[in-house]
């Protein structure tokens, strides 16, 4: 159980088109989705943490008109990338927890993750 | 910054071997935990270990927390060439009643047959 699916897997598209990611719990209510960036051998760096039915929390230094996250339902979240540039590629990927009480937000079910390339 | 660091940042071994990661991280919390991710995918949940635990076992894993040195380590025992991967210690953050983890640097484990 606790699967959680993101699509799509590979995305490259021009200079300034806006691309959607999303991400799906398939088998279990996610209440919180989280979203990371990751470069090449570099960590995990949170961009956001969506609720449903909220809006989402961003990161210091995440720019919200940049990166819309919708967390319309309890099974998905899209995360797109407005006006794509260069600078935007990166690795993208969403995580959800179980529940919503202290005791359950605690494992991590991660997505596959999105590859964007921005010519 | 709360992100927590880890070394080695790289590791290589023989297959058989036991490979030991280590992670530092800045603020008090409530648990700890150990992520894998094989190059270019999501990230798998390894094991969870609380801040009143000491160690913890699953499998060939073996994970130790002293929280007076902020400090964890990750051991895989007997390793094999599967267990190629980066490795990622996470913290919990709780913030105005919002959960989230924050990720360490990462240690790349390489395990040569």
């Known amino acids: 159980g606790a699967v959680v699916s993101q699509h799509p897997s590979w995305v490259i598209c021009k200079s300034g088109t806006s691309v959607k990611i999303e991400c799906r719990s398939l088998?279990?209510?996610?209440?919180?989705m989280f979203w990371y960036r990751q470069f090449p051998k570099q960590s995990l760096m949170l961009m956001a943490t969506?609720?449903?039915?909220?809006?989402?929390?961003?990161e210091q230094g995440v720019e919200k008109d940049k990166f819309l996250i919708n967390h319309a339902s309890l099974t998905l979240s899209t995360l797109t990338v407005t006006s794509a540039h260069p600078e935007d590629s990166s690795f993208y990927i969403c995580?959800?927890?179980?529940?919503?009480?202290?005791?359950?937000?605690?494992?991590?079910?991660f997505g596959s993750g999105t590859q964007l390339s921005v010519l | 910054s709360q992100q927590g660091e880890e070394d080695p940042q790289a590791l290589s071994i023989q297959e058989g071997e036991n490979a030991t990661m280590n992670c530092s991280y800045k603020?008090?919390?409530?648990?700890l935990q150990w992520y894998r991710q094989n190059s270019g995918r999501g990230l798998v949940h390894l094991i969870l270990?609380?801040?009143?635990?000491r160690e913890k076992h699953s499998g060939r894993l073996r994970v130790t927390l002293d929280t007076s040195k902020k400090s964890s380590s990750l051991l895989i025992t007997a390793s094999r060439a599967a267990d190629t991967a980066s490795y990622f210690c996470?913290?919990?953050?709780?913030?105005?009643?919002?959960?989230?983890?924050?990720f360490g640097s990462g240690t790349r484990l390489l395990v040569r047959p």
């Open positions: 603020t008090s919390i409530n648990n």
């Open positions: 996470a913290t919990d953050a709780r913030m105005d009643s919002s959960y989230k983890l924050i």
């Open positions: 969506s609720n449903e039915g909220s809006k989402a929390t961003y």
């Open positions: 088998d279990f209510q996610a209440t919180t």
């Open positions: 270990i609380r801040s009143n635990e």
């Open positions: 995580s959800a927890t179980v529940g919503q009480g202290p005791a359950t937000n605690e494992k991590l079910f």
